[in-house]
């Protein structure tokens, strides 16, 4: 009875042994190589779902079958126009032949070094060959500019771009799929990430900012300054317009008015200057005459004469 | 006896009754086992989805199908696997700044881990701090799961990549000012157009530009060109208040002068009527007996002026030497 006890423990452990090591599960993520001795046997196995295969003599090794991440160290690159930048790239990828994969890198350890070697060698031969700007823009598009900001942009950042970013992702990408499918690797996407000047270069980017700003601020300040100016030559055009004009339009009446004045003095004037004069003459003696003035009159006068004789002779 | 005896049955084979014992262990055993056993399978068969999420029901590895929020049933003991997954969870994540504290007043963290995201360069080849945000839902749990490896870490990067895409393609006064939106509208749809491409499952919903800065050591000259703006605007403005101050007033002083010309102008006419009529009417009495009136006119006349004089001296034409004989000087002398 104990030792039947002890055989059917035995056997119960034995089939669940063996049955771990006979059924294998894929996970939807999953593909599998299987080995024999360490030799890779047949097909990969990429289906999810329970598989089978021979007990101890099989192994199956597990790989992943998702879209990877792979993530370069920054990269100090000096561009064609000697601009030292750092960049950083990230490239996505898959294991598409797990058979091949196993063989040349074994992990994806292996992977991730070789990888690391195959595209910062590429991106720098790239940036290394292509102007900042390529690497910088994408497309030639316009920027928007408002009056104030013309000619302040840097001739160098208005060079029209041959091939800008994408197209020089795409040469990185391409440079280095053509090594990848070796390792049974498929690279589907490299992009730079981040790009930044290094320090040195930066501190002179700052000093040409600060000085691009400050010209568009002088440009304000003397804008304002001429358009005021102008507002104000302006008023004083209008000013002395206005000026002259009352000027000529009261002139003009006054003139007229003297002259009206003139033809009526004239026309009843004229009927007898004779009286006209002498009365004019009066006139003028009681304004004329006043208390600083000395009179010297003769008895020969109209007023005196009878001083000298009743008779007036 | 009774008691002697059952003491005496005990004593009486010791070895069978342990026998006896030990063929009942492994029955007992057994079924503890399979009770164990049953409640584990129980347990195991049993689910629950929360209301936010969707599970991901996996069969030997293989996917089967998702279920929606509730308890359910599944394969016990490994053979169905459920991963729940948060569909309708609105996730984000920062760039150029962390969230520290959320809250009425939220705080927020910088340090050179978020400047190295923030920092980027512009299409005129300037630096800018740029701080955005992604909001996202996972639209197809079976590619979040299945088809990327780390979803949130890959997004991240995305971002990034597609972010200073569009900055590089914008002047750094464009994305200061008037192209704020048009930057986040692009990069929103490029990193959705990318998270497509990479199967990722996510859909993208929102990506808000936060602040927008230029760094720090050239913020100053930034706001030097405000203040530029502003001290034209004033200039302008100052220029034309004085012109709207002064023209209405130079306006109406010439009114007034070219109505004062226009009542001189009345004047002098009237003036010349009256004075012309006057003489007229005169003139025709003057006609009837000119010597007389004239006569009386002119002693009318001396008679108003004399009067007024200071001095007056009579002299006589025969008396000739009449004038060296006045102290003029001296009467003059007041």
Known sequence: MTRGLIAGIVLIAATVLVSLSTFYTVAESEQVVITEFGKPIGKPVTKPGLHLKWPFIQEARFFDKRWLEWLGDANQVPTRDKKYIWVDVYARWRISDPLRFFQRLRDEMGAQSRIDDIIDGE????????????????????????????????????????????????????????????????????????????????????????????????????????????????????????????????????????????????????????????????????????KESWLVLSTDSELLRFLRSSDGR | MAGNGRFGRETEDPLGDMLRRLREVPRRLGLIAVLVLGGVALYSAYYQVEPDEVGVVTRFGRFVGTTPPGPHIKWPLGIERVQNVPVERQNKQEFGFRTVQAGVRTEFGRDSGTEAESLMLTGDLNVANVEWIVQYKIADPYRYLFKVREVRATLGIMSEAVMREV???????????????????????????????????????????????PPAPVRPSFNDVNEAIQERERAINEAWAEYNQEIPKARGSAEQQVQAAEGYAVERVNRARGDTERFLALQGEYRKAPAVTRTRLYLETLAAVLPKTGRRVIVDDKLRSVLPLLSIGKEVSP
């Not at chain 1, 104000?232 to 002259?244: F, N, P």
């Not at chain 2, 006064?173 to 497509?196: D, F, N, P, W, Y």
């Open chain 1, 123 to 290: 991106t720098r031969n790239v940036i290394a060959n292509h102007n900042l700007i390529e690497v910088v823009r994408s497309t030639n598009r316009a920027f928007a500019e408002t009056d104030e900001m013309k000619d302040v942009f840097e001739a160098e950042a208005m060079q029209s771009v041959q091939l800008g970013r994408e197209k020089l992702e795409r040469m990185i990408l391409a440079r280095a799929s053509r090594v990848m499918p070796d390792y049974g690797i498929e690279l589907v996407d490299v992009r730079i990430h981040r790009i930044n000047y290094v320090e040195a270069v930066r501190a002179k980017v700052y000093d040409r900012m600060i000085s691009e700003r400050k010209r568009i601020a002088d440009r304000h300040r003397s804008e304002g300054q001429g358009e005021s100016a102008k507002i104000r030559g302006k008023k004083e055009r209008e000013l002395k317009g206005i000026d002259s004009e009352a000027y000529r339009r009261a002139q003009e009446i006054m003139g007229k008015a003297d002259a009206e004045a003139a033809g009526i003095y004239a026309a009843a004037y004229g009927k007898d200057a004779e009286l006209y004069r002498f009365l004019r003459s009066m006139e003028t003696y009681k304004t004329v005459l006043d």
């Open chain 2, 167 to 213: 900055v590089g393609d914008h002047s750094v006064t464009e994305l200061l000012t008037v192209g704020r939106e048009a930057i986040a509208l692009q990069a929103k749809e490029s990193l959705a157009a990318l998270c497509k491409r990479y199967e990722m499952g996510v859909d993208i919903q929102q990506l808000v530009l936060q602040d927008v800065d």
